[in-house]
Every structure is written in structure tokens, then in C-alpha cells.
């Protein structure tokens, strides 16, 4: 979509803005608005629930019994990585003291104000290194153009509108991202519980989360098809890691590029050893999915449980069999532990849990059916991805040409309301 831009054009003088139409000024943010940072409130006087919002620097923090502004505002996150955010807060709120409130000294549109100061990246002014923040004297100093108020009004009518139309595009994409994602744990939950022949004879597994499975599948306990093993470590073998989201690596990953900060042990003989096809699990996060196959020698925290088949078995499909929601809930129920934070499964808990196992040929060709709809999901999603991001590129773009100046929408929304 292309739009019109002014008749004319000057110099601003601001490095950031370029050239701006004819007849707006610029000026000083602090002739326009005063910045100013809120009230300093405990963490106990936050609630979840209360009279009036707690704003922080990243927007609401929770509620509290008493307001320090009532109206309309364009808040800034003044601290931390994400200093220089902007949120908007209307009626009676308590502003904390990590956000800085703009309070307006001039005639000024809200929406516009908060769209304009977004658009100067306010987040490259931080003036910390060790703990990120802005100083509000230095904002408040900083060049930026000022149109007339008529028109900041229908920048912001605008941007209403047209922000609207893409964030709900930005919305369908995530409500198709999350149909993939329930879409792919149905086909892997019908896939190791029914198999892939929709014609084969079913019975009932006599297992609750398990329903009815294919009558010549067997069903049985952990302990009839894996032992626990506890082998000692050596040097020559790689310490692999357990992911809640990919398993088990195949290679030893270096300590800061590991999704949870840990510290290794120099003696290696305090880990164990795990060999391929052998099922691991940590006991804190197996209820989260803290579990996977190995698929290279190597050795694993003492703090996971090691599962060596007993007999030729596809420990793949025990995985992908024990990652469906109603296994993950199985594993949680046999934790114990008196938090969620400190849920442990033992094995003496985990050897007794019901598992499927189907003939080696159709559990290798379910693996292979997975790992083939896993890439077909993963394609549609990383579209999606692509779709997001680049609406979002749209979007900022759209604002910041829109309140510099660098397209004139006030045709647009006169249009618009003689439309209506």
C-alpha cells in the first residue's frame, strides 16, 4: 500500500529524523512533555489483585490499594535490557519507580505522543552498562518534531487503524502456529498409541491413559523392558546434556551455550556412562520432558537416571511414547516431592509404569512417520515465523514513517470518516 506524502520538505536538523514536512517544528522532547520517574512501592504492597495497576518498566507488574496518577500516559521502561519501552496506561494506575511517566506541557495526542517517542529507540540512550537505564534528563533533551496537534490526531487515528489491521494478522498467524502445534502432538499421540494402519484390530490396553492398542502390541511395565544401569564415567567420553525441548545432544556442548547454566565436575567419574539406545531421564524435569534417547557413547549428569533396554528395542519410540501429555502426567503423578519445584521420580517410581510395545518394524516406522510430520510442522511453523516478522517490520515502519512525517495520512482518515 503506498500513500502520499507532504507538498514540502525541510531539513530538520536532527540526525535521526532527516527531513520533515514544511511546517512542523521541532524541538525538544521536554517542551512537549516532562519526564518524570514514578513511585518507589514494595513488592509487598503488589498484589495480584487490588484497587489500581502497578505499571513497571515492562508494563503491568500486578495491584496495589492506591494510584499516583489518574488520566491518560505514555509510560517509558527506565531500567533494565529492555529500558526504552513504551507502554500506555489509562485512568487511576500506580506508576513505579521503573517506569518513567510523560506527562504532557503542551498540546499533544497521547496515542501519537507514545508512537513518536517509540520511533526515536529510545533503548540506545542507556547510560549503563552493569544494569541498563536511561537518564531522564538526557531524554528529555533529546530533538524531535512536533506536529500540529490536528494532525498528531490523525497520525494517531492512523495508526489505529492500520496497526490494528496488522496485529491481527500477527494474531491469526500465532492461532495457526498453536493449531500446528496441537496438530503435531495428535498425530504423534495417535501414532504410538494406535499405530499407523487405521484397520488393525484393536484391544484394551487395561491402562486408563492408554485406552485401547493394537491387539498384538504388547503392554507392560518399564522394568520388564529397560534396567536401570549406574556405570562410572571415563575421560575419553563426551558429558552430554538432557533437554527438556531436543533430548539428548549428540555431542558434549559447551558450558555457556547450555540452556541452563550448570557446573561440571572435573572428575568424570562421578558421571554415567550411557551407551546408544539407552533411555535417560533427569529426575527433577522428567515430568517436564527432561527425558530422551541416546544416540552416541557418552556420559550423563549423576543426577539422571540411566535405562538400558533389556532386549532389542526401539527406544526411540518409547520417547516419543512417554512424551504425550498423558504419559508426561503419569510421570508427574509418580513424582514425588512436596512443590512442583521439587518433584523427583525415582526409579522405583518409573520401573512401574505402563509402556507400549509394538513390533520392532512398526516402531522403527513410526519414528521415521514422526520425524516426517515433525518436519512438515516444523516447515508450516518457520512460514508463520517468517509471516510474523515480517508484519512486524511492516509495523514499524508504518509508525515510524507515520510520525515523522514521511507519509501524510491525513487524506487517509478524512477519507476513512466521510466513509463512516
Not at 517544528?25 to 512501592?41: D, L, P
Not at 484497587?51 to 496495589?64: A, K
Not at 564415567?233 to 558450558?255: A, K, N, R
Amino acid at each position: 500500500m503506498s500513500f502520499p506524502r507532504y507538498p514540502s520538505y525541510k531539513d530538520s536538523g536532527v540526525e535521526w529524523l532527516g527531513e520533515v514536512p514544511g511546517h512542523w517544528e521541532t524541538c525538544a522532547v521536554k517542551r512537549i512533555v516532562r519526564m518524570q520517574s514514578g513511585a518507589s512501592i514494595t513488592a509487598e504492597s503488589i498484589e495480584e489483585t487490588g484497587d489500581f495497576p502497578v505499571f513497571g518498566g515492562n508494563s503491568l507488574r500486578g495491584y496495589t490499594s492506591a494510584f499516583t496518577h489518574d488520566g491518560e500516559f505514555v509510560l517509558v521502561g527506565r531500567q533494565g535490557a529492555l529500558c526504552g519501552n513504551i507502554n500506555y496506561a489509562t485512568g487511576r494506575f500506580w506508576a513505579s519507580e521503573h517506569a518513567v511517566v510523560a506527562s504532557p506541557v503542551a498540546p499533544v495526542a497521547t496515542r501519537w505522543l507514545g508512537e513518536m517517542l517509540r520511533a526515536m529507540n529510545l533503548n540506545q540512550y542507556s547510560v549503563s552498562a552493569a544494569q541498563p537505564g536511561l537518564s531522564v534528563d538526557l531524554v528529555a533533551n533529546l530533538r524531535t518534531v512536533w506536529p500540529p496537534l490536528s494532525e498528531q490526531t490523525a497520525i494517531a487515528a492512523f495508526l489505529d487503524r492500520e496497526t490494528g489491521k496488522i496485529d491481527e494478522l500477527v494474531a491469526e498467524q500465532r492461532r495457526l502456529m498453536e493449531l500446528l502445534k496441537e496438530k503435531r502432538q495428535a498425530v504423534i499421540s495417535h501414532a504410538v498409541t494406535r499405530g499407523l494402519n487405521p484397520a488393525a484390530p484393536l484391544k484394551p490396553s487395561g491402562i486408563e491413559w492408554l485406552g485401547e492398542v493394537p491387539e498384538h502390541w504388547e503392554v507392560t511395565r518399564v522394568a520388564n523392558v529397560f534396567r536401570e544401569v549406574a556405570e562410572a564415567g571415563t575421560d575419553d567420553l563426551p558429558i552430554l546434556s538432557v533437554s527438556i525441548h531436543h533430548g539428548v545432544s549428540d555431542q558434549e556442548i559447551d558450558e555457556e551455550d547450555m540452556e541452563r547454566k550448570v557446573t561440571r565436575s572435573d572428575d568424570r567419574t562421578k558421571y554415567k556412562q550411557v551407551a546408544p539406545g539407552d533411555l535417560v531421564y533427569n529426575m527433577m524435569r522428567a515430568w517436564q520432558g527432561g527425558f530422551g534417547t541416546v544416540t552416541v557413547a557418552g556420559m550423563v549428569s549423576p543426577a539422571y537416571v540411566v535405562a538400558r533396554p533389556k532386549r532389542s528395542l526401539e527406544t526411540a519410540y518409547v520417547e516419543h511414547l512417554l512424551r504425550t501429555p498423558q504419559a508426561i502426567e503419569q510421570m508427574r503423578r509418580h513424582s514425588r516431592g512436596v512443590t512442583d519445584f521439587r518433584l523427583r521420580l525415582y526409579w522405583d517410581e518409573f520401573k512401574n509404569l505402563a509402556v507400549l510395545v509394538p513390533p520392532q518394524d512398526e516402531a522403527k516406522a513410526i519414528c521415521a512417520h514422526i520425524a516426517e510430520m515433525h518436519d512438515l510442522f516444523q516447515n508450516m511453523t518457520t512460514v508463520s515465523e517468517q509471516a510474523i516478522d515480517l508484519l512486524q517490520e511492516r509495523r514499524t515502519a508504518l509508525i515510524s514513517a507515520a510520525v515523522t512525517g514521511q507519509i501524510d495520512v491525513r487524506t487517509k482518515v478524512a477519507s476513512v470518516l466521510e466513509s463512516e
